[in-house]
Structures are given as C-alpha cells and as structure tokens.
C-alpha cells in the first residue's frame, strides 16, 4: 500500500511510473488518398472515461473502430495492456463496443440480447443467468427482461446497449456518441448514469462525441481532435481554462477572441496593442511572447463583467454600446459594440427579474476584465 | 360511395376472375363424363326452371372425388408433386441465398446491374428458356459436350427426361422468386448487427448463423413459399425435361383434360390441388402480415 502518501486524486497521466492501458504509438489511418489519423500518439489509463472530442470528420470514430477491431492502423501500433493488439480479431479482444445506432439484435429480447456475449463465452448456465440479472439490475431493466427492443424506449435501449456492451466485464468499453439519439433531458441523467456505473465497475471508458458539454460532463481527460491530430488532451478544467489554442478555445464554450501584438510589461504580464485608439489591454501568460509578437487574448464571456460606469482599478476596461442581447433563461449574453466595430460578449447571471434587468439595447456600458481572467494564445 | 366503388373493384375482379371460374370448374368436378360437347352432363338448361333447376342439382355427386381417392395415381402424384416442390424449393434456397447474399454486400453502385441481371431471364420467353435447357443437357448436349471435352466423364450422363432435368429447370426458373425477397431482407439488415456480434465474441461464421440467417428468416420464408406454391401444380417443366417417370400432378391433370378427355375428373383433380395450395398460401400471407407488423 505504498500508494497512502499520494493524494486521492484520480490523475495517472501525471504519474510517470502509470501503466497506461491503451497505447496509440505513431498511429496513422490511411483510407485510399484521405488520411484519417495522422501519426497519433496517446496513452490512455485504467480507469480512465476518457473522451474522444471533434468536429465529425475529424477521426474520432476511426480511433474507436480501430480500437474495436474493425479496422487496422495503416502504420503504428496500438497496445492495450502492453500486447500490440494489431493481429487480434474483434471476437478476440477483452474490448465491447456499446454502437452509436445501439445494435441491438431485433430478433432476441433483452435478457437474450444481454446475454449474447456470454453465450459465446460458454459461461455456466447458472453463472449466466447470475450475470444478465446484475447487469439488468444495474442498468434498472428488470422488467423489461422478455420485450424485444422495439417494445421500449429509446432510453431503454441505450441502457440495453450498455448493460450487453457490459455483460463480459471488458477491459474496455467503447461508447460511440451513445446519447446521440435522446433528448436534451434525458441526456443528462444518462451522463450521470453513465459516469456512476463506470465508477461502480471500474471499467476503463473511451466515448466518442461532438458534444462538449457531454466530454465535460462526464470525462476524466478530453481529447480535442481535427484533421486526424490530437489538439490538446487535457482534463475537463485545464481544456476549459487553458486551452492551448484558439481552436481549442473556440471549439469549447463560447468566448471572445482578441487577436494584438505584445510587448513585456513585467516578467509574465504583457500589454497588448489590439486596436488603434483603444487603451493597451493587459494580460498575464505563463509561455513568454516576444515584442511584438501576434497573439490572440481568449477570455470568456462570464469573466467579462459589464457596468455602466467605468470601473476603477480595472487591468482591463472598454467602453461600448449594447448591440445585442441573447436571453436564455438563468444567464443573459450582452453583445457589446466597441467604437471600432469589434463585437465582445459578456455574461452576467439573472439573478433579478428580465423586467429589472440593468442595461438595454443601444445603452452604453463598460466591459472590464482582469488581467488573470483571459488567456494568450499564440496561434 | 367513392370507397365503395373503389373496394367493389378488386372484388369484381376477384368474383369475375376467380370466383366465377371456381366455381365452374367445381361444377364440373361434380358431374359425370359424357361423349357430347361440353364432355359432361348434366348441363343446366335455365329454359326448364325451377324444377329443371332441381334435376340438375341431383345428378350432381361426388363420384369423381371418390375416384381420386380408389385410383392410386393420383395421391401417388399429389404426394411426388410436393416432394419434387420440397426439394426444389431446398435447392433453390441454397443456391438463391448466397447470390443475395453477395448482392447485398456487393458495392452500392453494383447493385442495380445485379438485380438488372437476376430479373433480365424474364424478358424471354419461358417456354424458350426451358426449350434451351433440353438443348444444354440432352446427351449430345452442351453440357455432356464440355464435361467429355474436360475429360471429366467417359460417357454422356443421362439427364434429360429425369428428374435430375425437373430439378435444374425449377431451380434455374423459380430462381428469381427466391433471389429477390431474400435480397431485400438483407438489404434492410444494419450492418452494425453484425459488428456488435463480432464485438461480442461471434466469429464471423457465428455471426451469419446468429445474426445474419436469423434476420433474413422472412426473406427465406417468402423466398420459398413464392417457390413451392407455383412449383406444386408445375406443368411444363416436368412434362418437357421430366421423363415417364417423373409424375407430378400437373401433368396428371394435363393428360385427363387433353388426353382422357375427362373433364370432370380433371376439374376434381384441380380443386384438390387448389384445396392443398390454400394452406401454404395462408401461412405465406401471415408471414407477409407478421413481417409488415415488425417493420412498424
């Protein structure tokens, strides 16, 4: 139990003596002329749920089918628990895939379709029938035991899907957007169901999704990909926080993309030149910018505080016109026009009524921001 | 009243096309034979009325269903008929299967030329195509040609006028029928099914006997009863690849209408036929409703 001293915190990736469980060395997927992987390396740990994030297109699902078994890295070598796994049959694998479409057989029922794997394993009669019933109790399914899939919910089927994909305690359990097909409700229950049982059997998930708030939700690490490139992978937080570029940025939530040239100010502040007649803003980074550098400030709207009189001892402030208002409920986002054109999006809470809110079209206003509050970015 | 004309007319057609002429055909399964024109009596003279009405009915009987059951040639070919259909429709499947199977695998743009040539045999005549299958298997036919050619065989093989010829001509013609259901139940079939199996632990042969077959079962089902119907009462095949002893109860019946003249025991011999095809027909029908209730 040398483990006692570490902190309870689950992060094996920033341990250097992790093993990881899956290992994308040099990966690359070539589909006639198109490249669909681009010598990609990953290490992905025990334990982990770690999501697959991208725009569609961007080869997400060709990591997972590789890893599935139905397609073969061009070059590269894929390991799960340090065995190169490139010569090993789908049917061979310690992997279950749960399918975006589900995949459930429509001429068995549910227990049968739990079942199925098992069959193939010949387990016991006695041992089978132990496991389909824990796998139907986890998934809340017992009732519906002896419905064909198209007597029950789309809900219900997913839990299906996921209680079969399940059944022969995987190593690994691939998820391809396996809340694609429920609505925006019943998604999120889903995700903290999802995310309890992956706890609950300590089965290592890998999902596939173009939902960021999904990967958010219920991710460990968030792998950022386009084009067949890893962009950034990094925990729900740091992709969040600390985007490493305007991509990554962009691609996750909202935000305001200031792009000015540097120059140092103290030893991790810099002032940015971002337009003519405007005030230098200042931002402070942790990677260093040359004078004169281009850079790119990303700051997020709820970091962005909007006022009608001009804040005192703000690191940043701007004067501007509220252009736009979007409502949505618990939050408002104020499209605010500056003399120059640019558009800034701030957002505030609703804590009061809409008919006391405190600004209104065409009214000015001033946006301020901390220096801490946004993130510079080279490219 | 516009729904009403619209029912009446499949009605009309079923009672003027079908209706009707059961009925005539019954009506002479239950008379006598006789040397006249028609070749049977009694006829109904409508000029004597009711009471001609009556004498009619009561020389009606039904002498000649007793007759089917006294001769043995007739459930001897009842029963031949429907063993010949049950292996016909056997190999039919197992030749029709693989050749759906690899066109519904086949690339997206195949398809078409494929079906194109599954359904092309029909723009020529039937009765040419089996005319052409005498010419292939006689024996100085092609096909004994090219096998004594390859050094395969040292005599020609006697196949015409068996029933090895019946059994080619009924796989060769009804092909089509049992193609095409199949085909479009495996068309339908998610290939991801067959994925998950293999993801589960099937492989790729497990996953065709549990997933695959299971799935295209309406397809077979269909397949094989659009073959075994018609193939029962199937006459020109048998009476032109078939030899002497090939019996089949369509040639039975063509021999006592054209050859006896015995249009009354002829007319017993078809009502029978039909009274038997109604039963596969009824389960054919339930499992197009059963299939057309699952894809809701």
């Known amino acids: 139990m040398g483990d006692i001293v570490s902190s309870t915190v689950f992060e094996p990736w920033e341990d250097a003596r992790a093993e990881p469980l899956i290992r994308f060395r040099n990966v690359t997927k070539r589909f006639g002329s198109f490249t669909a992987i681009d010598n990609l390396t990953l290490d992905i740990y025990e334990k982990e749920f770690f999501a697959l994030l991208g725009p569609s297109g961007c080869g997400k699902t060709t990591m997972m089918r590789m890893l599935a078994g139905f397609e073969h890295p061009t070059e590269g070598s894929i390991e799960l628990a340090g065995r190169d796994i490139a010569n090993v049959p789908p049917n061979k694998r310690a992997v279950n895939m749960m399918f975006q479409s589900y995949a459930l057989f429509p001429h068995l029922n549910i227990w049968d379709n739990i079942a199925f794997g098992l069959r193939r394993d010949k387990l016991p009669k006695l041992d089978l029938e132990a496991r389909v019933e824990e796998m139907l109790k986890l998934t809340r399914l017992e009732k519906f035991a002896t419905r064909k899939p198209h007597q029950i919910s789309g809900g219900q089927r997913q839990r299906v899907a996921l209680a079969r994909s399940l059944a022969k305690a995987p190593k690994l359990l691939l998820l391809d957007e396996p809340l694609g097909a429920l609505d925006k409700k019943l998604r999120q229950d889903t995700q903290f169901e999802l995310m309890d049982i992956q706890e609950k059997t300590g089965t290592t998930f890998v999902i596939v999704t173009h939902d960021q708030e999904e990967a958010m939700t219920v991710a460990s690490r968030v792998a950022v990909m386009d084009e067949g490139r890893l962009i950034q992978v990094a925990t729900p937080d740091r992709i969040y926080e600390n985007p490493e570029s305007v991509y990554v940025a962009d691609f996750i939530g909202d935000v305001n993309i200031i792009q000015g040239r540097t120059s140092a100010v103290g030893d991790d502040t810099y002032s940015i030149e971002w337009a003519e007649g405007q005030r230098q803003l200042n931002a402070t980074s942790a990677t260093s910018f040359d004078n004169g550098q281009t850079c790119h400030l990303a700051i997020r709207p709820e970091k962005v505080t909007i006022t009608s009189d001009r804040p005192e001892d703000a690191d940043n402030a701007v004067q501007g016109r509220v252009h736009d208002i979007a409502y949505l409920g618990n939050l408002s986002t104020y499209y605010v026009e500056l003399p120059n054109g640019t558009i800034i999006k701030a957002q505030t809470a609703n804590t009061r009524r809409i008919s006391r809110r405190s600004f209104t079209w065409e009214d000015p206003v001033w946006l301020s921001w901390t220096a801490t509050a946004g993130v510079l970015l080279a490219n | ?296």
Do not use: H
Request: charged share 15%; with cysteine; hydrophobic share 55%.
């Open chain 2, 1 to 296: 009243m516009r729904r009403a004309v619209l029912i009446a007319i499949p009605y009309a057609w079923l009672l003027a096309l079908f209706l009707v002429p059961f009925g005539i055909v019954l009506k002479i399964s239950l008379s006598d034979t006789a040397i006249a024109i028609p070749p049977y009596v009694p006829t109904l003279d409508l000029a004597e009325g009711w009471t001609g009405f009556r004498t009619f009915l009561s020389e009606l009987d039904f002498e000649n269903f007793v007759w089917l059951t006294e001769d043995d040639l007739y459930w001897k070919a009842y029963l031949s008929s429907f063993k010949i259909a049950l292996i016909a429709t056997f190999f039919t499947l197992l030749v029709g299967y693989p050749m759906a199977y690899g066109m519904a695998r086949a690339p997206q743009e195949w398809r078409p030329t494929l079906m194109m040539l599954v359904i092309l045999p029909f723009w020529t005549s039937f009765l040419i195509r089996v005319y052409a299958w005498m010419g292939i298997l006689s024996n100085e036919g092609f096909l004994n040609q090219i096998l004594l050619w390859l050094g395969v065989i040292s005599e020609p093989l006697t196949l015409l006028n068996t029933n090895k010829a019946v059994y080619i001509g009924i796989v060769y013609t009804y092909l089509p029928f049992m193609i095409l259901p199949i085909y479009a139940a495996l068309d339908r079939l998610d290939g991801s099914l067959i994925e998950a199996a293999e993801d589960l632990g099937c492989s790729r042969l497990q996953a065709f006997w549990l997933v695959t077959i299971p799935l295209s079962r309406p397809g077979i089902i269909a397949g094989s009863f659009l073959v075994f119907i018609p193939v029962l009462g199937e006459f020109v095949i048998p009476s032109l690849l078939g030899g002497s002893g090939t019996l089949m109860i369509g040639k039975v019946l063509w021999e006592e209408f054209f050859s006896n003249r015995d249009w009354p025991v002829a007319s017993a011999v078809a009502v029978v036929l039909l009274l038997i095809l109604v039963i596969p027909i009824v389960l054919f029908q339930r499992n197009q409703q059963k299939q057309a209730e699952a894809e809701q």
